[in-house]
């Protein structure tokens, strides 16, 4: 069990908007930055949010981030099929003394 | 352009050891702190554990299941990372990411991952 808490799935339909939720707690994302990474089918995860709402370059600003308290959000608007992934959020946990990972969310564009 | 190009992995029984190896190239990798990631096959992401650079006396974290099992080392010379796995569990088989880390205001987090190398522990 992770010790961030996403939803193991969403769905929508191209062109309209879905939010991933990643909750946590004082220890991690209470008093961290929060990340994103975007692991395509068959390949490697790639940083897509940094510092809780921060795109690198070449991130579509589709994609955007934020963080209140103790949860974090990942929103990806005007959806496209090649948005199908699966999603992690990722924090350090000052308790455990070391990065946590959600549990992932796999991306459904119907 | 970054790279980073893990190899080492393979099959192996449990409780014996394994070495991986992550060669680094086009940045400068002694300014870096370099983790290591694994995945279990169709599962999520699970931090290994975490290797500073020498500003940070080359420290080193671990997650709590492979403390005492795993070690983290580089050789800043040849821009690599390493892993070594001793004492392996049928429940260590993933693929092993080497993944960049990134630490300045803007927080520490990953921001290059390596293509993965697979590790099947069985018998």
């Known amino acids: 069990q992770s010790v961030l808490t996403q939803p193991p799935s969403a769905s929508e339909t191209p062109g309209q908007r879905v939010t991933i939720s990643c909750s946590g707690s004082s220890s991690n994302i209470g008093s961290n930055y929060v990340h994103w990474h975007q692991q395509l089918p068959g390949t490697a995860p790639k940083l897509l949010i940094y510092r809780n709402n921060q795109r690198p370059s070449g991130v579509p600003d589709r994609f955007s981030g934020s963080k209140s308290g103790t949860s974090a959000s990942l929103a990806i608007s005007g959806l496209r099929s090649e948005d199908e992934a699966d999603y992690y959020c990722?924090?350090?946990?000052?308790?455990?003394?070391?990065?946590?990972f959600g549990g992932g969310t796999k991306l459904t564009v119907l | 352009e970054v790279q980073l190009v893990e190899s080492g992995g393979g099959l192996v029984q449990p409780g014996g050891s394994l070495r991986l190896s992550c060669a680094a190239s086009g940045f400068i990798f002694s300014d870096h702190y370099m983790d290591w990631v694994r995945q279990a096959p169709g599962k999520g992401l699970e931090w290994v554990g975490r290797t500073r650079n020498k500003a940070k006396s080359y420290s080193t974290d671990y997650a709590a299941s492979v403390k005492g099992r795993f070690t983290i080392s580089r050789d800043d010379s040849k821009n690599s990372v390493y892993l070594q796995m001793n004492s392996l569990r049928t429940e260590d088989t993933a693929v092993y990411y080497c993944?960049?880390?990134?630490?300045?205001?803007?927080?520490?987090?990953?921001?290059?991952w390596g293509q993965g190398t697979l590790v099947t522990v069985s018998s």
């Open positions: 993944v960049r880390v990134q630490v300045g205001s803007s927080g520490v987090f990953f921001d290059y």
């Open positions: 990722a924090a350090w946990d000052d308790s455990l003394s070391g990065v946590i």
